[in-house]
């Protein structure tokens, strides 16, 4: 009995953090050729808003990310 209730403890400790861990993957939308040239450089910050905000960011921090 004691070996059941352990079982279903880590089942539900497991779906908790398995629910509350969300991966966002990277996504860049490029343009234009100008910003794939300029992709070249991993340091250079691109435009990568897809919405009003404006949102620059680098290929380095994209993957830091």
Do not use: H, W
Request: with cysteine.
């Amino acid at each position: 009995m004691k070996i059941l209730r352990i079982k279903i403890l880590l089942i539900f400790i497991g779906l908790f953090f398995f629910i509350s861990i969300k991966v966002y993957p990277a996504t860049i939308v490029l343009t234009s050729d100008k910003q794939f040239r300029e992709l070249q450089n991993p340091d250079f910050k691109l435009d990568l808003s897809t919405g009003f905000t404006k949102r620059y960011m680098s290929l380095r921090e994209v993957c830091e990310e």
